[in-house]
């Protein structure tokens, strides 16, 4: 990622300015909050996953993964984050064997593939 100074002096990354930046410290992840500015002033937002791992060879690395967040979609995230918390916080808990982690994403170890059309036909209905 490149990084350069801006006109103001100020640090800008793919020229785009950050506003605002939250960490959140999460047991073995860190979550970022960024909100930046486009060329034209509109803010979004960035939400950033960060994972220490280990390669094969006993070196750190950081896995992130990250998501945009643009301002016309704000409201219909917000709905949607906050039936799935209803609904994880109504359901009753899960017993597991199993250590509490969370380093596995599913069950198989995948992702599943979900195309923006399927999406798009299940938020109209």
Do not use: C, W
Request: hydrophobic share 25%; no cysteine; net charge negative.
């Amino acid at each position: 990622m490149e990084e350069g100074t801006g006109k103001n002096g100020s640090v800008e990354r793919n020229n785009r300015e950050e506003v605002f930046s939250k960490a959140i410290r999460a047991g073995k992840r860190t979550y970022f909050f960024d909100v930046k500015a486009t060329k034209r002033n509109d803010y979004y937002l960035t939400v950033t996953e960060s994972k220490k791992r280990l390669t094969k060879e006993g070196k750190q690395f950081y896995e992130k993964h990250k998501i945009f967040l643009y301002r016309e979609d704000f409201d219909k995230f917000l709905e949607g984050l906050n039936e799935a918390f209803q609904f994880i916080r109504n359901a009753p808990p899960v017993i597991s064997n199993e250590s509490n982690d969370h380093e596995e994403e599913s069950p198989s170890g995948e992702y599943t593939d979900v195309s923006f059309e399927d999406l798009e036909s299940k938020t109209n209905a």
